[in-house]
């Protein structure tokens, strides 16, 4: 199947500071990525969608501009937390979509745990 | 609206048990359905996915999801459980195109010797 990866994994970041987090999807092209945001123990919170060479389109009460969102080519998507503060701290997941499956099935990248102290 | 109930938050059988995991969907389009599992600290992995046709359909590691369009239900199944199954499973519903897929908020699954 299709193969989608995030980078860092982890990461651990004083209060103030940004962090980006890369997604890419390694043997398909990507036109849409998703950007989850998960929380201990719960289901999945879709914060914004991601299109190839657009803006991204934010779900509502997600701060666009607390959470950058640049998807320059085809298989990189990139989130980057600006200021981020310790209420930001999540597990982040990205997901894109196969259009040689049909555009209808999302691959999900491993996550990325964020810690901000 | 749509929305992906599932009704048991978490579920305990013992090892070579079967299984099954109820998933309730409303959605206003032709629905596309998905299981997904999610081990701790992991992303999500496909299970198996109902687009059209056979409506039982099979998946990996041993499972299977049957689509009932008349009870808006698309439950999990596997006939024997391993201890490695334990995980959380999603239920997500989609429709073509570009439209985000609307999750379940999960089923734990533990599983005993």
């Known amino acids: 199947g299709a193969v989608v990866s995030q980078h860092p994994s982890r990461v651990i970041c004083k209060s103030g500071t940004s962090v980006k987090i890369e997604c890419r999807s390694l043997d398909f092209q990507a036109t849409t990525m998703f950007w989850y945001r998960q929380f201990p123990k719960q289901s999945l919170m879709l914060m914004a969608t991601s299109n190839e060479g657009s803006k991204a389109t934010y779900e509502q009460g997600v701060e666009k501009d607390k959470f950058l969102i640049n998807h320059a080519s085809l298989t990189l998507s990139t989130l980057t937390v600006t200021s981020a503060h310790p209420e930001d701290s999540s597990f982040y997941i990205c997901?894109?979509?196969?259009?040689?499956?049909?555009?209808?099935?999302?691959?999900f990248g491993p996550g990325t745990r964020l810690l901000v102290l | 609206a749509q929305s992906v109930t599932q009704p048991d938050i978490h579920i305990t059988v013992s090892e070579g048990a079967s299984l099954e995991l109820r998933c309730n969907y409303s959605?206003?389009?032709?629905?596309?359905l998905f299981w997904y599992v999610q081990s701790p600290g992991q992303g999500l992995q496909l299970l198996l996915k109902?687009?059209?046709?056979?409506?039982l359909v099979q998946g990996i590691k041993g499972f299977e999801a049957e689509f009932k369009r008349s009870q808006s239900s698309f439950n999990l199944r596997k006939p024997s459980v391993h201890w490695s199954d334990a995980a959380e499973y999603f239920c997500?519903?989609?429709?073509?195109?570009?439209?985000?897929?609307?999750f379940g908020k999960g089923t734990r699954l533990s599983v005993i010797a």
């Open positions: 959605y206003g389009a032709t629905p596309y």
């Open positions: 997500a519903v989609g429709a073509w195109g570009n439209t985000p897929l609307v």
């Open positions: 997901s894109a979509r196969d259009p040689g499956q049909g555009g209808e099935t999302q691959y």
């Open positions: 109902y687009f059209s046709g056979d409506t």
